[in-house]
Nanobody
Framework: EVQFVESGGGLVQAGGSLRLSCAAS????????IGWFRQAPGKEREGVSC????????YYADSVKGRFTIAVDNVKNTAFLQMNSLKPEDTAVYYC??????????????????WGQGTQVTVSA
């Protein structure tokens, strides 16, 4: 089972920025996917962004394109989500997830192997 340490959530005003990080351990793979998902109260969990460690390919949901940037540190098995120009509608619990054996993007939610505990992001108007 993969272990995660998620951090970086918090409260920010609209237009502000936050940087989420997700450090994964307990797996052995040179090619893996990290995905960021979010779930707002009363809504389904939705994909935000994902990255493949082997080639750095990335995917973004239309709602965050141009505002969010995903990156990965392959040495530390850590993924980052830089979130700029935040909007109140970005408020949600953000989860990272790992697909240990990498595949082309985007990776459907149900194919991820393990999930982090989630971190709350709240954007005030």
């Amino acid at each position: 089972e993969v272990q995660f340490v998620e951090s970086g959530g918090g409260l920010v005003q609209a237009g502000g920025s936050l940087r989420l990080s997700c450090a994964a351990s307990g797996f052995t793979s040179d090619d893996w996917n990290i995905g960021w998902f979010r779930q707002a109260p009363g809504k389904e969990r939705e994909g935000v962004s994902c990255i493949r460690s082997a080639d750095g390919s990335t995917y973004y949901a239309d709602s965050v394109k141009g505002r969010f940037t995903i990156a990965v540190d392959n040495v530390k098995n850590t993924a980052f989500l830089q979130m700029n120009s935040l909007k109140p509608e970005d408020t949600a619990v953000y989860y990272c997830a790992i697909k240990v054996w990498g595949r082309d993007l985007p990776v459907p939610l149900w194919l991820y192997d393990d999930w982090g505990q989630g971190t709350q992001v709240t954007v005030s108007a």
